[in-house]
């Protein structure tokens, strides 16, 4: 009796919230690790991965890059983690570098299955196999689906990218075929018309997530938003600042957008002419000025400018050129960035994590996931093998 009244009282002091994470599937944690409920939205100052549960309501979001193709140890290619208080989490984007800070926030892999492509620039999608064969070694036991973009003719199209993905990767995929679970190694491609305007292109348990089209170089560039539970989160695609996003953004709590580098920087950085660094700030992409003027015309909860060119002084050109238009609540993104979203607060920190992180624990049903026969090299090659070593005895299984 005092059991069941101690257990009634800490429900009712933590709220519905731990109800329904009871009933619901928590992520597998890693050893040593426990996750605790936040109480009365006072968050610890910094987000230490596997120590916070989320909350039924609430929304997550991980920034894992932040930066340029030619990345830095402080910004990698550009990707977002988003997690939601019913479990389940999605990628926008997976750009080179960016599986590192995923891989450092040890995850739950078997969950983490479906990413979201805004178009198929390698700062977008560059370690889309990285994710593939590491999430497949480390907790994922079904396959990864890849939504994306067609392109104007079907060579540039996300399906032709994930066929190609598969045929230059043939062999390392069948290296681990056997020895790790069969399904995991299936890629599974979602392309839709990239012409379509606030198109579903995604909708399952609550969550719906829609896609129109970005103006970036080609065709073939998309922006989406995530709705749950009352929330919506939108992801810019890289693009010039275009009339669907002003329009499909609207009523965003989360607004991110790509807030590139004024043009002076950036032929300051690169050592380009100022003609070409103004083409490809205000032309290919959108300047601070212009992200302001977007963000002060759509007013969101909180707008999030990312993909630049980090250093101190780069940081305060951005940060000027937007303040210049916008005055309303604005993060500039940074790599390990962690935004919390609820109905009644917002609350931007950063991620503390290891330098050196030993992989997540994987669930039982991934070690029980079906897996076919381990497969050797050729009797040729086996033949090779030095006398001068012998391996000890295999344990039993
Ligand atoms: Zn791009
Ligand atoms: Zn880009």
Redesign the pocket.
């Known amino acids: 009796m005092y059991t069941m009244t101690k257990q009634l009282l800490i429900m009712i002091a933590l709220g519905a919230t731990s109800l329904a994470i009871a009933q619901g599937q928590p992520d597998a944690m890693p050893k040593g690790r426990s996750a605790v409920a936040i109480v009365d939205g006072q968050y610890p100052a910094s987000f230490f991965p596997n120590t916070e549960q989320l909350g039924a309501d609430e929304m997550r979001i991980i920034a894992l890059g932040t930066g340029m193709p030619n990345q830095t140890k402080r910004a990698v290619s550009i990707s977002y983690l988003v997690e939601l208080g019913n479990g389940e989490k999605f990628l926008f984007d997976i750009g080179s570098g960016a599986m590192n800070n995923l891989f450092s926030l040890r995850p739950d892999f078997s969950k983490i299955d479906k990413v979201f492509a805004s178009?198929l620039?390698v700062?977008?999608v560059g370690d889309f196999m990285g994710l593939h064969v590491g999430s497949w070694l480390s907790g994922r036991y079904t396959p990864l689906h890849f939504y994306g973009p067609s392109g104007a003719t079907p060579e540039l199209g996300s399906k032709t990218f994930v066929e190609g993905m598969k045929t230059a990767y043939q062999w390392d995929i069948a290296t681990r075929s056997g020895a790790l679970p069969d399904a995991g190694g299936q890629i599974v491609v979602h392309e839709f018309d990239y012409t379509q305007q606030n198109q579903v292109v995604y909708d399952a348990n609550g969550v719906v997530i829609r896609a129109w089209p970005a103006i970036?170089?080609l065709d073939g560039?998309v922006s989406y938003s995530l709705e749950w539970n009352g929330l919506k989160y939108v992801f810019g695609?890289?693009t010039y600042p275009n009339k669907w996003y002003m329009e499909f953004a609207k009523g965003a709590d989360i607004a991110s957008h790509e807030c590139f580098l004024p043009p002076k920087a950036l032929a300051a950085y690169f050592g380009w002419s100022l003609a070409q660094a103004t083409y490809v700030s205000t032309r290919i992409h959108t300047e601070p000025q212009a992200f302001g003027k977007i963000m002060a015309t759509l007013k969101p909860r909180m707008a999030v400018g990312y993909h630049s060119v980090q250093s101190p002084e780069n940081n305060q050109a951005i940060m000027d050129g937007v303040r210049k238009v916008y005055g309303g609540p604005l993060t500039i993104a940074r790599d390990l960035q962690v935004i919390n979203v609820t109905k009644d607060q917002i609350v931007v920190r950063m991620a503390t994590v290891d330098e050196y992180v030993l992989p997540p624990d994987v669930t039982q049903a991934y070690k029980d996931a079906p897996r076919s026969d381990d497969k050797s090299p050729s009797e040729m090659i086996q033949s090779g093998k030095w006398d001068g070593y012998t391996p000890p005895p295999m344990p039993k299984k």
Do not use: K, L, Q, V
């Open positions: 178009h620039h700062d977008h970036h170089s560039s695609g890289d």
